[in-house]
């Protein structure tokens, strides 16, 4: 009896809480793995010695991936490769619809512009980035020390591991740096990928939301040259063995299961304070809310009547539409629990604990006011900022442009002193990038958000106007006068061709500055606001980063606790459990969805038109050892209680061996704030079941040789 209620707590214990934290590769150690539920040990993940977990997993593009077999199976999110499907897709060839499956290896299909990033070790180098910053008082200044040190520790990693990448990190802002060692493989294939109306069943709808019934995955493969080196596609190149690959469990996991997660999630915010919250919530989210809708809206009415024009947006629409919706539930959330007045709260006590001593008083007593000063000021000129930011980012014709002059601009500095995209290190890729954009090129969309960017920089306060866009197009005319100006520059612009841009970049700044093409004269009058602009970002994120090194100083004084740092691109665990939740007053979701739920949900019309055939197969039961008895189905999405964001997507979910059990692709819509707070009660990943992606590639697919290479035991 006692042994019995020993074991209840035991269970209590381990199983009620997660643990809020993204560790990374220098806390796993730390984790106390019994205790958390692991049956593995921490070197079982990470180990310079011998190959580990960490090694089977992938960063692609801003996703995760995991090796799957011996010769370099990747397994991702469908929403990972939608870009490689688009890329390859036509209204004759339409994958994205239809799926693609390679019958063999030579039918694999490139995924042009995507390369796969595998951690090979890290250090950390703080005190070279840091040391005798103290006498720069000037803020931009020091920003441009950081960059540069950072720059030459990358220089020599990389002058010192041929073949390897480095990249340095800020863990904790402007405390600590680590140097991460990469390897890139380059040449990466599509090998099966599900039909949308599977990949996405439930669509926009169903996005950042769970109950969810979709099979968001997709599988590729890495290559290397025959050397068994990182090589750009080519067709003699080799299948890549990975030190280590990720075995299947096909019994899958079920409710209140131990499972952890390795990844690369992107970007958290946890550490900031309330008045960057506020800057987020009442002006930046809103702007960009608004903004985001208005181009979904116009993208998909161009693409309604032309397949040709809905292929050439459908990735910039589901990237836009995934961020608008996420960005609605953080709102929604940071209302929900109050975090700006918590926050404030958790301040005016750190604040009377610096007061409270004098020293400390002296140390850090104006470091929260200056905090604040500085977001205030952010607000006073964002409308400004953010318009004249994505005149450079959603409007083609202008980024173009603009990435050729600062081409020729920065090309023309030292190696060092160049921003990163022009470095010799990142120039080839930058210039196929810029050539690819090319590809998804509209002219008549592009022309219509440049004149809706104008119709908002017209209506800006005098306060907040932007001179230059006023002298261009004289916005204080009617709008028929800079309409005819803007009609005028895309009949006229050469700017759209490939060969054209290929050229020019290797003009020189004369040749670029005296070009007659209406974009690069606009982009070269442009350049001085810009170049204000990127300076005063520069001082602000400069005096930022100092004062919130000084600020998590003292907060931790106060907390008398480790943190952990925010998420920033490198690898990270994470681990929880399978777990239902309530995301509001008499509502409880079980964590677990099935095959039922998509005959339930299926309406025929999109995104809910699952294939006939999955129906069908579905009708027909036939799902053999991958069924769950608990269940009595086939399971489809999972729920689990791990701190995840934005990246985390194609994540591997594992169970406590350290088996494949899921595919990480989602959150929950509260789950969305979880980028600037994680909670227990509302924090919750989704992901595929692995007993579903099992299913759909040998029924579906009828592709059994995927998984005899995933070593798929029946
Ligand atoms: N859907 C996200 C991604 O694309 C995953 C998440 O944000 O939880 O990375």
Redesign the pocket.
């Known amino acids: 009896m006692r042994f019995i209620f020993v074991f209840w707590i035991f269970l209590l214990i381990t199983t009620l809480f997660a643990e809020e934290g993204m560790f990374p590769l220098s806390e796993i150690n730390k984790i106390n793995m019994k205790q958390a539920g692991f049956e593995i040990s921490s070197t079982e993940i990470f180990n310079t010695e011998a190959p580990s977990l960490s090694d089977a997993i992938v960063k692609l593009g801003?996703?995760t991936g995991s090796f799957i077999s011996d010769e370099g199976l990747i397994l991702t999110?469908h929403?990972?490769a939608f870009r490689a499907v688009q890329q390859a897709s036509s209204p004759e060839h339409d994958y994205l619809k239809d799926g693609f499956l390679a019958g063999n290896r030579s039918e694999e299909i490139e995924a042009k512009g995507y390369t796969v990033r595998i951690t090979q070790s890290y250090s950390d180098v703080s005190a070279r980035v840091l040391s005798h910053l103290d006498t720069v008082k000037n803020f931009a200044r020091r920003t441009q020390i950081i960059k540069k040190r950072i720059k030459e520790i990358v220089k020599q990693a990389e002058a010192a591991h041929p073949g390897m990448r480095a990249e340095v990190s800020e863990m904790f802002t402007g405390q600590s740096y680590v140097l991460f060692l990469y390897t890139y493989l380059k040449d990466v294939r599509m090998v099966y990928v599900p039909p949308r109306s599977i990949g996405e069943f439930g669509g926009d709808i169903d996005?950042?939301e769970w109950p969810r019934h979709n099979g968001d995955f997709s599988i590729l493969r890495a290559y290397v040259g025959p050397d068994g080196k990182p090589a750009d596609y080519a067709k003699e190149n080799i299948p890549y063995h990975p030190k280590k690959y990720l075995r299947v469990n096909p019994q899958g996991v079920d409710e209140n299961d131990f499972v952890f997660l390795l990844g690369y999630p992107?970007r958290t915010y946890r550490h900031r304070t309330a008045s960057f919250i506020r800057y987020q919530e009442s002006v930046r989210m809103p702007f960009v809310v608004d903004w985001y809708q208005w181009q979904i809206r116009t993208m998909l009415e161009m693409g309604k009547d032309n397949r040709a024009v809905a292929l050439k947006y459908s990735s910039t629409i589901k990237s836009l539409a995934?961020t608008e919706k996420?960005y609605r539930g953080k709102l929604q959330g940071l209302k929900r629990i109050n975090l700006i007045a918590k926050k404030q709260q958790e301040e005016t006590v750190i604040q009377q604990f610096i007061q409270e001593n004098l020293q400390r008083s002296k140390q850090y007593g104006n470091v929260l006011s200056e905090i604040n000063r500085i977001y205030r000021e952010q607000e006073n000129t964002a409308q400004h900022d953010l318009i004249l930011s994505y005149l450079t980012r959603s409007v083609n014709a202008v980024s173009l442009a603009r990435t050729l002059y600062k081409s020729v601009q920065e090309r023309a500095k030292a190696d060092l002193e160049r921003e990163s995209p022009y470095m010799d290190r990142n120039w080839q890729s930058t210039q196929k990038r810029t050539l690819r954009r090319l590809d998804n090129f509209y002219a008549p969309g592009d022309k219509t958000i440049l004149m809706e960017l104008l119709r908002r920089a017209a209506a800006l306060p005098s306060t907040q106007r932007i001179a230059v866009l006023d002298r261009i197009f004289s916005l204080d005319q009617p709008e028929s006068v800079w309409q005819a100006k803007v009609e005028q520059a895309y009949a006229e612009s050469e700017l759209f061709g490939k060969s054209f841009v290929r050229n020019a970049f290797n003009w020189t700044q004369e040749e670029v500055e005296e070009s007659t093409d209406p974009f690069i004269k606009w982009v070269v009058a442009l350049e001085p606001e810009l170049k204000e602009l990127k300076k005063q970002n520069e001082e602000r994120s400069g005096a930022l980063n100092a004062l919130s090194a000084r600020w998590a100083e003292v907060k931790r004084m106060y907390q008398k606790t480790a943190f952990i740092p925010d998420a920033n691109g490198t690898f990270r665990l994470t681990y929880g459990h399978i777990r239902g939740y309530s995301p509001a007053d008499a509502v409880y979701h079980f964590p677990q969805t099935t095959v039922r739920g998509i005959l339930q949900k299926n309406t025929g019309a999109e995104p809910f038109n699952a294939p006939d055939r999955l129906l069908r197969l579905i009708g027909e039961k036939d799902f053999g050892f991958l069924a769950s008895k608990k269940l009595g189905t086939l399971p489809v999405g999972i729920l689990y209680d791990t701190d995840?964001?934005?990246?985390?997507?194609?994540s591997p979910v594992m169970d406590a061996k350290g088996r494949l059990v899921g595919l990480?692709?989602?959150?929950s819509f509260e789950?969305?704030i979880?980028d600037f707070a994680w909670n227990e009660s509302y924090s919750r990943?989704?992901g595929v079941d692995i007993r579903y992606i099992l299913w759909v590639i040998q029924k579906y697919a009828g592709a059994d040789y995927l998984l005899e290479e995933m070593g798929v035991q029946r």
């Open positions: 801003g996703c999110n929403h990972c996005n950042w992107g995934n996420n995840t964001t934005g990246g985390n997507s194609g990480n692709f989602d959150r789950a969305t979880n990943s989704i």
